[in-house]
């Protein structure tokens, strides 16, 4: 009985549609060994694109990753395509910014430690000593760099730690600052936050106080990769749950919680999975 873990390779890729694409992919796969385990698409009709998500058992495949990958660049070149091909034993290197609240950095260790979650969490920052413990009982490196003072050294500090860390996905639970330009410029469609309402509704600060002075019927939450325009990056998920008249505010922040929570878990189980595909202001996401 072989019980060796199999690896597994993941290819997304985007480009222009065109008949024989699913076909030409498939049997470059194929021609060098690999036996494809899913293959989901997706073509947006309207700007004539295509986009598709292939794994495959790489067991039998009979070039290195170097060879493959580059042979696949020139099938690549050839759909002027963009890709990126990822490895299941290579985890993504991720860095959690939070402030005080807990409840979706636990979701998130939690989910990790139990392997519904796969990431490599490198460290855990935040402006707050609040969580330290927290951290410590995962035995994740924490640190505390305060913003309020000067928040371009704060950034330059943050930055420092990631490159040395080699992080590659930063997730923000309940992260209550907004991070600068030159900051998202170095992480595209890399840092995932959480919004605590339904986008693109009560956008800003205080949205459980806006929804509930507006009287609405449906909270939300919603996860995004962070752009430079607040709260308008390409969204990954969204939750709702349904309120009354009866509901106060702090129900609104109570039943808001669950949702940010579960939202955020989702959306980066999807990112760390390589299932993810930003496109414009929107995300392709085969779940």
Same mark, same amino acid.
């Given at each position: 009985m072989n019980d060796k873990t199999p690896l597994i390779a993941t290819l997304l890729?985007?480009? !222009?549609d065109r008949k024989g694409l699913v076909a030409e992919i498939s049997q470059f796969i194929f021609q060098r060994g690999g036996n494809i385990l899913n #293959?989901? /698409?997706?073509v947006e009709k309207e700007e004539n694109m295509f986009f598709t998500r292939v794994e495959w058992d790489t067991e039998e495949v009979i070039l290195s990753r170097q060879e493959f990958e580059l042979e696949f660049a020139q099938l690549a070149e050839k759909f002027s395509a963009d890709y990126k091909i990822f490895y299941s034993d290579k985890k993504h290197k991720t860095a959690i910014f939070v402030s005080k609240y807990e409840h979706c950095l636990q979701e998130i260790l939690w989910l990790n430690s139990i392997g519904d979650i796969t990431a490599d969490i490198k460290l855990i920052v935040s402006n707050h000593p609040d969580l330290e413990p927290l951290a410590d009982q995962y035995k994740i490196p924490f640190y505390l760099i305060p913003v309020r003072h000067n928040k371009k050294k704060a950034e330059a500090t943050e930055l420092k730690l990631l490159k040395e860390n080699e992080v590659d996905t930063v997730i923000l639970a309940r992260y209550m600052q907004v991070l600068s330009d030159e900051f998202v410029k170095e992480y595209p469609f890399k840092i @995932?936050? @959480?919004?605590?309402? $339904? #986008?693109? *509704? $009560? +956008?800003? *600060?205080?949205? =459980?106080?806006? *929804? =509930? /002075? &507006?009287?609405? &019927? +449906? @909270?939300? !939450?919603?996860s995004h990769y962070v752009t430079a325009d607040l709260d308008e990056g390409p969204i990954i998920e969204q939750g709702v749950a349904r309120i009354s008249h009866k509901d106060s505010l702090k129900d609104l922040i109570s039943k808001g919680r669950e949702l940010e929570r579960s939202v955020l878990a989702k959306a980066v189980k999807y990112h760390l999975a390589n299932r993810v595909l930003p496109f414009g202001k929107k995300t392709i996401v085969f779940e």
């Amino acid at each position: 009985m072989n019980d060796k873990t199999p690896l597994i390779a993941t290819l997304l890729l985007s480009c !222009a549609d065109r008949k024989g694409l699913v076909a030409e992919i498939s049997q470059f796969i194929f021609q060098r060994g690999g036996n494809i385990l899913n #293959l989901d /698409e997706h073509v947006e009709k309207e700007e004539n694109m295509f986009f598709t998500r292939v794994e495959w058992d790489t067991e039998e495949v009979i070039l290195s990753r170097q060879e493959f990958e580059l042979e696949f660049a020139q099938l690549a070149e050839k759909f002027s395509a963009d890709y990126k091909i990822f490895y299941s034993d290579k985890k993504h290197k991720t860095a959690i910014f939070v402030s005080k609240y807990e409840h979706c950095l636990q979701e998130i260790l939690w989910l990790n430690s139990i392997g519904d979650i796969t990431a490599d969490i490198k460290l855990i920052v935040s402006n707050h000593p609040d969580l330290e413990p927290l951290a410590d009982q995962y035995k994740i490196p924490f640190y505390l760099i305060p913003v309020r003072h000067n928040k371009k050294k704060a950034e330059a500090t943050e930055l420092k730690l990631l490159k040395e860390n080699e992080v590659d996905t930063v997730i923000l639970a309940r992260y209550m600052q907004v991070l600068s330009d030159e900051f998202v410029k170095e992480y595209p469609f890399k840092i @995932i936050n @959480i919004h605590h309402s $339904f #986008l693109p *509704a $009560f +956008i800003g *600060a205080n949205p =459980y106080r806006q *929804a =509930y /002075e &507006k009287g609405v &019927k +449906i @909270i939300g !939450a919603t996860s995004h990769y962070v752009t430079a325009d607040l709260d308008e990056g390409p969204i990954i998920e969204q939750g709702v749950a349904r309120i009354s008249h009866k509901d106060s505010l702090k129900d609104l922040i109570s039943k808001g919680r669950e949702l940010e929570r579960s939202v955020l878990a989702k959306a980066v189980k999807y990112h760390l999975a390589n299932r993810v595909l930003p496109f414009g202001k929107k995300t392709i996401v085969f779940e």
